[in-house]
Protein backbone atom coordinates (compact mmCIF):
# COMPACT_ATOMS: atom_id res chain seq x y z
CA UNK A 1 0.00 0.00 0.00
CA UNK A 2 1.18 3.79 -0.63
CA UNK A 3 1.73 5.12 2.78
CA UNK A 4 1.75 8.89 2.22
CA UNK A 5 4.11 9.59 5.23
CA UNK A 6 6.97 7.71 3.81
CA UNK A 7 6.08 8.49 -0.05
CA UNK A 8 6.32 5.30 -0.97
CA UNK A 9 4.50 1.74 -1.89
CA UNK A 10 5.11 -0.69 1.42
CA UNK A 11 4.43 -4.28 1.97
CA UNK A 12 1.84 -4.19 4.50
CA UNK A 13 2.69 -5.83 8.02
CA UNK A 14 0.59 -5.16 10.94
CA UNK A 15 1.75 -4.58 14.51
CA UNK A 16 -0.11 -7.30 15.61
CA UNK A 17 -1.07 -9.65 13.13
CA UNK A 18 -3.71 -11.34 12.43
CA UNK A 19 -5.47 -7.40 14.50
CA UNK A 20 -5.58 -4.82 12.31
CA UNK A 21 -6.43 -0.99 13.79
CA UNK A 22 -8.03 1.09 10.95
CA UNK A 23 -9.11 4.42 11.52
CA UNK A 24 -11.05 6.73 9.13
CA UNK A 25 -12.09 10.38 9.44
CA UNK A 26 -15.93 10.29 9.54
CA UNK A 27 -17.84 13.18 8.57
CA UNK A 28 -18.99 16.12 9.91
CA UNK A 29 -22.43 16.11 10.47
CA UNK A 30 -24.00 19.45 9.23
CA UNK A 31 -25.50 18.97 5.99
CA UNK A 32 -26.41 15.92 3.61
CA UNK A 33 -23.69 13.62 2.64
CA UNK A 34 -22.52 14.31 -0.81
CA UNK A 35 -20.66 12.31 -3.92
CA UNK A 36 -17.48 13.29 -2.51
CA UNK A 37 -18.20 10.98 0.99
CA UNK A 38 -19.21 8.33 -1.38
CA UNK A 39 -15.91 8.24 -2.87
CA UNK A 40 -13.88 8.36 0.18
CA UNK A 41 -16.18 6.01 2.31
CA UNK A 42 -16.89 3.28 -0.47
CA UNK A 43 -13.09 3.16 -0.89
CA UNK A 44 -12.12 2.79 2.40
CA UNK A 45 -14.51 0.07 2.77
CA UNK A 46 -13.37 -1.69 0.51
CA UNK A 47 -9.81 -1.52 1.83
CA UNK A 48 -11.66 -2.79 4.87
CA UNK A 49 -13.47 -5.89 3.18
CA UNK A 50 -10.14 -6.96 1.35
CA UNK A 51 -7.96 -7.25 4.59
CA UNK A 52 -11.24 -9.08 6.43
CA UNK A 53 -10.64 -11.03 3.40
CA UNK A 54 -7.26 -11.95 3.31
CA UNK A 55 -8.37 -13.26 6.90
CA UNK A 56 -6.71 -10.11 9.33
CA UNK A 57 -9.34 -9.31 12.05
CA UNK A 58 -9.96 -5.70 11.58
CA UNK A 59 -11.08 -3.23 14.14
CA UNK A 60 -12.42 -0.16 12.13
CA UNK A 61 -13.17 3.53 13.99
CA UNK A 62 -14.41 6.01 12.06
CA UNK A 63 -15.67 9.10 13.89
CA UNK A 64 -18.34 11.68 14.07
CA UNK A 65 -17.84 14.99 14.33
CA UNK A 66 -20.31 17.05 15.89
CA UNK A 67 -18.55 19.67 17.84
CA UNK A 68 -15.22 22.04 17.33
CA UNK A 69 -15.24 21.69 13.26
CA UNK A 70 -14.90 25.91 12.60
CA UNK A 71 -15.69 27.26 9.51
CA UNK A 72 -12.35 28.22 8.74
CA UNK A 73 -8.97 26.05 9.31
CA UNK A 74 -7.07 28.95 11.28
CA UNK A 75 -8.70 28.65 14.05
CA UNK A 76 -10.61 31.15 13.83
CA UNK A 77 -15.15 31.41 12.28
CA UNK A 78 -17.79 29.55 14.09
CA UNK A 79 -18.40 25.57 14.46
CA UNK A 80 -20.32 24.54 11.34
CA UNK A 81 -22.59 22.31 13.23
CA UNK A 82 -23.38 25.23 15.40
CA UNK A 83 -23.78 27.57 12.50
CA UNK A 84 -26.59 25.17 11.05
CA UNK A 85 -28.52 25.27 13.97
CA UNK A 86 -28.95 28.81 14.40
CA UNK A 87 -30.10 29.20 10.77
CA UNK A 88 -32.44 26.34 11.49
CA UNK A 89 -33.65 27.48 15.11
CA UNK A 90 -32.79 23.82 16.58
CA UNK A 91 -30.47 22.87 18.97
CA UNK A 92 -26.69 21.92 17.61
CA UNK A 93 -27.15 18.40 18.90
CA UNK A 94 -30.30 17.98 16.69
CA UNK A 95 -28.00 19.36 13.51
CA UNK A 96 -26.03 16.58 14.42
CA UNK A 97 -28.02 13.64 14.80
CA UNK A 98 -30.53 14.46 11.66
CA UNK A 99 -27.32 14.54 10.08
CA UNK A 100 -25.53 11.41 11.86
CA UNK A 101 -28.69 9.58 10.94
CA UNK A 102 -28.86 10.57 7.28
CA UNK A 103 -25.45 9.92 6.72
CA UNK A 104 -25.59 5.89 7.56
CA UNK A 105 -28.70 5.78 5.38
CA UNK A 106 -26.81 6.93 2.78
CA UNK A 107 -23.63 4.40 3.23
CA UNK A 108 -26.07 1.81 3.75
CA UNK A 109 -27.34 2.14 0.32
CA UNK A 110 -23.79 1.85 -0.46
CA UNK A 111 -23.66 -0.98 1.19
CA UNK A 112 -20.86 0.51 3.28
CA UNK A 113 -20.55 -2.04 5.89
CA UNK A 114 -21.06 0.20 9.29
CA UNK A 115 -17.53 1.16 10.94
CA UNK A 116 -17.06 -1.23 14.49
CA UNK A 117 -17.18 1.99 16.56
CA UNK A 118 -18.12 5.09 15.31
CA UNK A 119 -16.97 7.87 18.48
CA UNK A 120 -18.54 11.02 18.52
CA UNK A 121 -16.71 13.80 19.55
CA UNK A 122 -18.95 15.18 22.20
CA UNK A 123 -19.12 11.80 23.50
CA UNK A 124 -15.47 12.30 24.32
CA UNK A 125 -15.16 15.29 25.93
CA UNK A 126 -13.32 14.03 28.95
CA UNK A 127 -10.48 11.89 26.77
CA UNK A 128 -9.89 15.49 24.95
CA UNK A 129 -9.39 17.11 27.88
CA UNK A 130 -6.84 14.45 29.53
CA UNK A 131 -4.78 14.61 26.22
CA UNK A 132 -4.75 18.38 26.65
CA UNK A 133 -3.26 18.11 30.30
CA UNK A 134 -0.67 15.29 28.84
CA UNK A 135 0.31 17.64 26.32
CA UNK A 136 0.66 20.86 29.15
CA UNK A 137 2.60 18.24 31.22
CA UNK A 138 5.23 17.36 28.34
CA UNK A 139 5.48 21.19 27.56
CA UNK A 140 4.16 20.41 23.88
CA UNK A 141 1.14 23.28 24.84
CA UNK A 142 0.40 26.36 26.58
CA UNK A 143 -2.08 27.92 27.61
CA UNK A 144 -3.85 31.95 27.20
CA UNK A 145 -6.77 33.02 28.82
CA UNK A 146 -8.93 30.04 28.80
CA UNK A 147 -7.49 28.25 25.11
CA UNK A 148 -4.58 25.78 24.70
CA UNK A 149 -2.54 26.08 21.87
CA UNK A 150 -0.27 23.41 20.41
CA UNK A 151 3.21 24.69 20.04
CA UNK A 152 4.59 23.84 16.76
CA UNK A 153 8.48 24.55 17.66
CA UNK A 154 8.25 22.46 20.38
CA UNK A 155 7.91 19.56 17.90
CA UNK A 156 10.64 19.17 15.13
CA UNK A 157 8.70 16.56 13.45
CA UNK A 158 6.28 18.63 13.06
CA UNK A 159 5.10 18.97 8.81
CA UNK A 160 6.70 15.66 7.98
CA UNK A 161 3.37 13.91 6.54
CA UNK A 162 2.34 17.05 4.55
CA UNK A 163 5.91 17.61 3.37
CA UNK A 164 5.94 21.76 5.01
CA UNK A 165 8.26 23.34 7.19
CA UNK A 166 7.20 25.77 9.97
CA UNK A 167 9.10 28.41 7.92
CA UNK A 168 7.09 28.11 5.59
CA UNK A 169 4.03 28.11 7.46
CA UNK A 170 4.98 31.03 8.81
CA UNK A 171 5.40 32.87 5.28
CA UNK A 172 2.15 31.80 3.97
CA UNK A 173 0.34 32.52 7.36
CA UNK A 174 -2.62 34.95 6.90
CA UNK A 175 -2.42 38.32 8.53
CA UNK A 176 -5.36 37.67 11.15
CA UNK A 177 -3.36 34.95 13.26
CA UNK A 178 -4.76 35.06 16.67
CA UNK A 179 -2.48 37.10 18.57
CA UNK A 180 -2.17 34.70 21.40
CA UNK A 181 -0.03 32.62 18.99
CA UNK A 182 3.26 32.32 20.04
CA UNK A 183 4.01 30.62 16.57
CA UNK A 184 1.45 31.53 13.30
CA UNK A 185 1.49 27.44 13.42
CA UNK A 186 0.70 26.90 16.22
CA UNK A 187 -3.18 25.30 16.44
CA UNK A 188 -5.69 25.33 19.32
CA UNK A 189 -6.19 22.05 21.21
CA UNK A 190 -8.91 23.82 23.97
CA UNK A 191 -11.07 26.94 22.78
CA UNK A 192 -12.24 29.14 25.29
CA UNK A 193 -16.10 30.06 24.68
CA UNK A 194 -17.14 33.26 23.69
CA UNK A 195 -20.42 34.97 24.32
CA UNK A 196 -22.98 33.08 22.93
CA UNK A 197 -21.38 29.64 21.88
CA UNK A 198 -23.96 27.11 22.82
CA UNK A 199 -21.86 23.94 22.76
CA UNK A 200 -19.39 24.41 25.78
CA UNK A 201 -17.98 22.22 28.61
CA UNK A 202 -15.91 23.18 31.95
CA UNK A 203 -12.58 22.32 31.39
CA UNK A 204 -9.32 23.13 34.10
CA UNK A 205 -8.89 26.29 31.87
CA UNK A 206 -12.66 26.94 31.95
CA UNK A 207 -15.64 26.34 29.80
CA UNK A 208 -14.49 25.69 26.41
CA UNK A 209 -14.60 22.96 23.58
CA UNK A 210 -12.21 21.08 22.19
CA UNK A 211 -10.23 22.21 18.83
CA UNK A 212 -11.21 20.22 15.91
CA UNK A 213 -7.84 17.73 15.48
CA UNK A 214 -7.89 16.96 19.12
CA UNK A 215 -10.76 14.46 18.48
CA UNK A 216 -9.09 12.01 16.02
CA UNK A 217 -5.77 11.64 18.25
CA UNK A 218 -8.08 10.76 21.71
CA UNK A 219 -10.69 8.47 20.09
CA UNK A 220 -8.67 6.98 17.76
CA UNK A 221 -5.95 6.00 20.49
CA UNK A 222 -9.21 5.16 22.65
CA UNK A 223 -10.02 2.09 20.85
CA UNK A 224 -7.53 1.56 18.89
CA UNK A 225 -4.48 2.02 21.28
CA UNK A 226 -1.42 4.62 21.10
CA UNK A 227 0.28 3.23 18.10
CA UNK A 228 -2.17 1.27 15.84
CA UNK A 229 -1.87 0.41 11.75
CA UNK A 230 -3.65 2.27 9.26
CA UNK A 231 -5.48 5.72 9.36
CA UNK A 232 -7.13 6.90 6.26
CA UNK A 233 -8.88 10.20 5.35
CA UNK A 234 -9.12 12.37 2.19
CA UNK A 235 -6.26 13.92 0.76
CA UNK A 236 -7.61 17.78 1.68
CA UNK A 237 -7.12 16.47 5.16
CA UNK A 238 -3.43 15.62 5.48
CA UNK A 239 -2.84 19.76 6.03
CA UNK A 240 -3.62 20.73 8.52
CA UNK A 241 -5.71 18.65 10.31
CA UNK A 242 -3.84 14.80 9.79
CA UNK A 243 -0.31 16.62 10.80
CA UNK A 244 -1.83 17.83 14.13
CA UNK A 245 -2.99 14.91 14.96
CA UNK A 246 0.31 12.92 14.80
CA UNK A 247 1.49 16.38 16.42
CA UNK A 248 -0.59 15.84 19.43
CA UNK A 249 -0.94 12.03 19.86
CA UNK A 250 3.03 11.23 19.52
CA UNK A 251 3.72 14.34 21.76
CA UNK A 252 2.08 13.38 24.29
CA UNK A 253 2.50 9.30 23.95
CA UNK A 254 6.26 9.82 22.92
CA UNK A 255 5.52 6.70 20.80
CA UNK A 256 4.61 6.64 16.84
CA UNK A 257 1.29 7.12 16.29
CA UNK A 258 0.47 5.56 12.63
CA UNK A 259 1.97 3.05 10.39
CA UNK A 260 0.38 3.38 7.13
CA UNK A 261 -1.69 6.97 6.23
CA UNK A 262 -3.83 6.35 3.18
CA UNK A 263 -5.14 9.16 1.38
CA UNK A 264 -7.70 9.51 -0.90
CA UNK A 265 -8.44 12.02 -4.12
CA UNK A 266 -11.43 13.90 -4.38
CA UNK A 267 -14.36 14.01 -7.14
CA UNK A 268 -15.10 16.68 -9.85
CA UNK A 269 -17.72 17.27 -11.84
CA UNK A 270 -17.38 17.24 -15.39
CA UNK A 271 -13.96 18.54 -14.90
CA UNK A 272 -14.97 21.07 -12.31
CA UNK A 273 -14.29 20.90 -8.66
CA UNK A 274 -17.06 20.41 -6.50
CA UNK A 275 -18.57 23.46 -4.78
CA UNK A 276 -21.90 24.87 -2.88
CA UNK A 277 -20.84 28.15 -4.32
CA UNK A 278 -20.00 26.39 -7.83
CA UNK A 279 -23.64 24.76 -7.94
CA UNK A 280 -22.33 21.58 -9.09
CA UNK A 281 -22.64 19.71 -5.48
CA UNK A 282 -24.40 16.46 -5.68
CA UNK A 283 -25.61 15.26 -2.66
CA UNK A 284 -26.24 11.48 -2.44
CA UNK A 285 -30.21 11.32 -2.03
CA UNK A 286 -29.99 13.48 -5.53
CA UNK A 287 -27.54 11.03 -7.39
CA UNK A 288 -29.73 8.19 -5.93
CA UNK A 289 -32.65 9.69 -7.60
CA UNK A 290 -30.77 8.75 -10.95
CA UNK A 291 -28.83 5.51 -10.18
CA UNK A 292 -28.88 2.84 -8.84
CA UNK A 293 -26.78 3.25 -5.75
CA UNK A 294 -24.53 -0.26 -6.75
CA UNK A 295 -24.03 2.03 -10.24
CA UNK A 296 -22.50 4.67 -8.18
CA UNK A 297 -20.45 2.49 -5.84
CA UNK A 298 -18.97 0.48 -9.01
CA UNK A 299 -18.33 3.90 -10.89
CA UNK A 300 -16.38 4.94 -7.99
CA UNK A 301 -14.34 1.54 -7.88
CA UNK A 302 -13.56 1.84 -11.10
CA UNK A 303 -11.02 4.67 -10.69
CA UNK A 304 -8.02 4.07 -8.19
CA UNK A 305 -8.63 5.74 -4.79
CA UNK A 306 -5.24 7.86 -4.76
CA UNK A 307 -6.55 9.41 -8.56
CA UNK A 308 -9.13 11.94 -8.67
CA UNK A 309 -13.18 11.08 -9.98
CA UNK A 310 -14.74 12.81 -12.95
CA UNK A 311 -18.39 12.74 -12.12
CA UNK A 312 -20.52 12.91 -15.52
CA UNK A 313 -23.77 11.59 -16.67
CA UNK A 314 -21.82 9.90 -19.56
CA UNK A 315 -19.48 7.89 -17.35
CA UNK A 316 -22.14 6.76 -14.95
CA UNK A 317 -24.43 5.71 -18.13
CA UNK A 318 -21.15 3.80 -18.88
CA UNK A 319 -20.91 2.55 -15.25
CA UNK A 320 -24.42 1.76 -15.26
CA UNK A 321 -23.92 -1.09 -18.24
CA UNK A 322 -21.38 -2.68 -16.80
CA UNK A 323 -23.49 -3.37 -13.73
CA UNK A 324 -26.30 -4.64 -15.03
CA UNK A 325 -23.94 -7.16 -16.97
CA UNK A 326 -22.41 -8.31 -13.60
CA UNK A 327 -25.84 -8.58 -12.26
CA UNK A 328 -27.27 -10.39 -15.10
CA UNK A 329 -24.70 -12.50 -15.22
CA UNK A 330 -24.71 -13.74 -11.27
CA UNK A 331 -28.65 -13.99 -11.93
CA UNK A 332 -28.37 -16.55 -14.66
CA UNK A 333 -25.52 -18.31 -12.83
CA UNK A 334 -28.29 -18.53 -10.01
CA UNK A 335 -30.49 -20.55 -11.97
CA UNK A 336 -28.05 -22.93 -11.61
CA UNK A 337 -27.05 -22.73 -8.18
CA UNK A 338 -28.53 -20.96 -5.29
CA UNK A 339 -25.69 -21.41 -2.61
CA UNK A 340 -21.83 -21.63 -3.51
CA UNK A 341 -20.67 -24.97 -2.37
CA UNK A 342 -17.08 -25.41 -1.99
CA UNK A 343 -17.31 -29.21 -2.05
CA UNK A 344 -18.88 -29.33 -5.08
CA UNK A 345 -16.51 -26.56 -6.91
CA UNK A 346 -13.75 -28.79 -5.68
CA UNK A 347 -15.06 -31.53 -8.13
CA UNK A 348 -14.38 -29.80 -11.03
CA UNK A 349 -10.93 -29.50 -13.16
CA UNK A 350 -9.59 -28.96 -16.34
CA UNK A 351 -7.94 -26.34 -18.35
CA UNK A 352 -11.30 -24.63 -17.82
CA UNK A 353 -11.13 -24.24 -14.27
CA UNK A 354 -7.28 -23.16 -15.23
CA UNK A 355 -8.48 -20.21 -16.92
CA UNK A 356 -11.07 -19.26 -14.13
CA UNK A 357 -8.14 -19.61 -11.30
CA UNK A 358 -6.01 -17.59 -13.44
CA UNK A 359 -8.82 -14.72 -13.94
CA UNK A 360 -9.29 -14.94 -9.74
CA UNK A 361 -5.49 -14.63 -9.28
CA UNK A 362 -5.19 -11.42 -11.20
CA UNK A 363 -7.89 -9.61 -9.29
CA UNK A 364 -5.80 -10.96 -6.36
CA UNK A 365 -2.78 -9.19 -7.70
CA UNK A 366 -4.56 -6.33 -8.52
CA UNK A 367 -5.64 -5.57 -4.78
CA UNK A 368 -2.50 -6.19 -3.88
CA UNK A 369 -1.15 -3.55 -5.35
CA UNK A 370 -2.33 -0.93 -3.33
CA UNK A 371 -5.99 -1.73 -3.92
CA UNK A 372 -6.31 -0.85 -7.89
CA UNK A 373 -9.87 -1.73 -7.86
CA UNK A 374 -9.99 -0.73 -11.41
CA UNK A 375 -8.09 -3.48 -12.53
CA UNK A 376 -9.53 -6.11 -10.08
CA UNK A 377 -13.40 -5.12 -11.38
CA UNK A 378 -11.46 -5.98 -15.29
CA UNK A 379 -11.17 -9.03 -13.71
CA UNK A 380 -14.40 -9.09 -12.47
CA UNK A 381 -15.62 -8.46 -16.17
CA UNK A 382 -13.50 -11.22 -17.76
CA UNK A 383 -14.82 -13.96 -14.91
CA UNK A 384 -18.37 -12.52 -16.22
CA UNK A 385 -17.09 -13.14 -19.71
CA UNK A 386 -16.06 -16.54 -18.89
CA UNK A 387 -19.24 -17.30 -16.88
CA UNK A 388 -21.93 -16.53 -19.54
CA UNK A 389 -19.84 -18.27 -22.37
CA UNK A 390 -20.45 -21.75 -20.14
CA UNK A 391 -23.87 -20.84 -19.37
CA UNK A 392 -24.22 -20.89 -23.33
CA UNK A 393 -22.69 -24.49 -23.31
CA UNK A 394 -24.23 -28.22 -22.60
CA UNK A 395 -22.70 -31.18 -20.54
CA UNK A 396 -20.65 -28.14 -18.21
CA UNK A 397 -20.48 -29.96 -14.90
CA UNK A 398 -22.04 -27.97 -11.82
CA UNK A 399 -19.24 -27.74 -9.77
CA UNK A 400 -17.94 -25.28 -12.75
CA UNK A 401 -21.11 -23.22 -11.92
CA UNK A 402 -20.35 -23.65 -8.19
CA UNK A 403 -16.78 -22.60 -8.58
CA UNK A 404 -18.20 -19.04 -10.26
CA UNK A 405 -20.80 -18.54 -8.11
CA UNK A 406 -18.49 -18.72 -5.35
CA UNK A 407 -16.31 -16.13 -6.91
CA UNK A 408 -18.59 -13.55 -7.86
CA UNK A 409 -19.34 -14.14 -4.00
CA UNK A 410 -16.20 -13.63 -2.52
CA UNK A 411 -14.73 -10.92 -5.19
CA UNK A 412 -17.70 -9.36 -6.84
CA UNK A 413 -19.98 -9.67 -3.33
CA UNK A 414 -17.71 -9.78 0.06
CA UNK A 415 -14.72 -7.97 -1.30
CA UNK A 416 -15.45 -5.16 -3.83
CA UNK A 417 -19.71 -4.89 -2.14
CA UNK A 418 -21.35 -5.21 -5.21
CA UNK A 419 -25.05 -6.28 -3.72
CA UNK A 420 -26.44 -8.75 -6.33
CA UNK A 421 -23.11 -10.39 -6.76
CA UNK A 422 -24.18 -12.83 -3.22
CA UNK A 423 -25.06 -16.19 -3.21
CA UNK A 424 -26.99 -17.66 -0.45
CA UNK A 425 -27.16 -15.47 3.25
CA UNK A 426 -26.01 -11.84 3.28
CA UNK A 427 -25.30 -11.70 6.88
CA UNK A 428 -21.44 -11.39 6.51
CA UNK A 429 -22.05 -7.67 5.21
CA UNK A 430 -22.94 -6.06 8.79
CA UNK A 431 -20.65 -8.75 10.82
CA UNK A 432 -19.01 -6.50 12.95
CA UNK A 433 -15.44 -7.61 13.51
CA UNK A 434 -13.25 -6.75 16.46
CA UNK A 435 -12.74 -5.52 20.52
CA UNK A 436 -15.66 -7.57 22.17
CA UNK A 437 -17.66 -8.52 19.20
CA UNK A 438 -18.56 -11.62 17.92
CA UNK A 439 -19.77 -13.17 14.73
CA UNK A 440 -23.30 -12.99 15.62
CA UNK A 441 -23.93 -9.67 15.18
CA UNK A 442 -26.34 -8.88 12.26
CA UNK A 443 -28.69 -6.04 11.64
CA UNK A 444 -31.69 -6.69 9.69
CA UNK A 445 -31.15 -3.15 7.56
CA UNK A 446 -29.54 -5.06 4.68
CA UNK A 447 -31.64 -5.80 1.88
CA UNK A 448 -30.13 -8.64 0.37
CA UNK A 449 -30.23 -10.43 4.08
CA UNK A 450 -33.57 -11.20 2.88
CA UNK A 451 -32.52 -13.46 0.23
CA UNK A 452 -33.96 -17.18 0.99
CA UNK A 453 -31.90 -19.26 2.73
CA UNK A 454 -32.10 -23.23 2.42
CA UNK A 455 -31.60 -25.03 5.31
CA UNK A 456 -29.01 -27.51 5.57
CA UNK A 457 -31.78 -30.11 6.08
CA UNK A 458 -33.05 -29.77 3.01
CA UNK A 459 -30.00 -29.94 0.86
CA UNK A 460 -29.79 -33.16 3.23
CA UNK A 461 -33.03 -34.23 1.25
CA UNK A 462 -32.17 -32.97 -2.25
CA UNK A 463 -28.96 -35.36 -1.35
CA UNK A 464 -31.36 -38.69 -0.30
CA UNK A 465 -33.77 -37.68 -3.16
CA UNK A 466 -30.60 -38.04 -6.05
CA UNK A 467 -29.61 -41.04 -4.69
CA UNK A 468 -32.89 -42.96 -4.61
CA UNK A 469 -33.04 -41.71 -8.21
CA UNK A 470 -29.22 -43.69 -8.61
CA UNK A 471 -30.81 -46.60 -7.07
CA UNK A 472 -33.87 -46.79 -9.64
CA UNK A 473 -36.47 -46.11 -6.22
CA UNK A 474 -38.29 -43.60 -8.99
CA UNK A 475 -41.24 -43.99 -6.52
CA UNK A 476 -39.25 -42.49 -3.09
CA UNK A 477 -37.71 -39.98 -5.62
CA UNK A 478 -40.80 -38.41 -7.09
CA UNK A 479 -42.31 -38.26 -3.39
CA UNK A 480 -39.41 -36.15 -2.04
CA UNK A 481 -39.29 -33.85 -5.16
CA UNK A 482 -42.95 -33.42 -4.83
CA UNK A 483 -42.44 -32.56 -1.28
CA UNK A 484 -39.70 -30.21 -1.62
CA UNK A 485 -41.82 -28.35 -4.37
CA UNK A 486 -44.34 -27.79 -1.82
CA UNK A 487 -41.70 -26.06 0.21
CA UNK A 488 -40.69 -24.02 -2.73
CA UNK A 489 -37.65 -25.95 -4.30
CA UNK A 490 -38.06 -27.05 -7.60
CA UNK A 491 -35.28 -29.68 -9.18
CA UNK A 492 -34.63 -30.16 -12.33
CA UNK A 493 -32.95 -33.29 -13.72
CA UNK A 494 -29.93 -32.63 -16.17
CA UNK A 495 -27.66 -34.65 -17.88
CA UNK A 496 -24.80 -33.68 -15.51
CA UNK A 497 -26.79 -34.21 -12.34
CA UNK A 498 -29.87 -32.15 -10.42
CA UNK A 499 -30.13 -28.51 -10.04
CA UNK A 500 -32.24 -27.20 -8.21
CA UNK A 501 -34.00 -23.28 -7.65
CA UNK A 502 -36.27 -21.92 -5.73
CA UNK A 503 -39.39 -21.09 -7.01
ZN1 LIG B 1 -9.80 13.25 11.68
Redesign the pocket.
Known sequence: MYNTLTRRREKFEPLAPPHVGM?V??PTVYGDAHIGHAKSYVSFDVIVRYLRYLGYRVTYVQ?I?DVGHLTDDADQGEDKVERKAKAERVHPMQIAETYTRSYFEDMDRLNVARPGVSPRASGHIIEQIELVKRLLETGHAYEVGGSVYFDVASWPKYGRLSGRSVNEMQAGARVEVSAEKRHPADFAVWKRAEPGHIMQWPSPWGQGYPGW?L??SAMSMKYLGESFDIHG?GIE?QFP??ED?IAQAEAATGKPFVKYWLHNNMVTVNGQKMGKSLGNFITLQDAFKKWDPMVLRLFILQSHYRSPLDFSDEALNAAKEGYDHLARAAESLRKQVVTADEKIAETFDGPVRHRIDAIAAQFEEAMQDDFNTAAALGSLQDLRREANRLLGESNVPLGCFHLLAGLFRDLGFKVLGLKDLHFGTAHYLYTSEGLGMTDAVTTTLSASAQVREVPKERIALIDLREQARKAKNFALADDIRKRLDEIGIVLEDTPTGTVWRFK
Open positions: YCGNTHECGNHHE
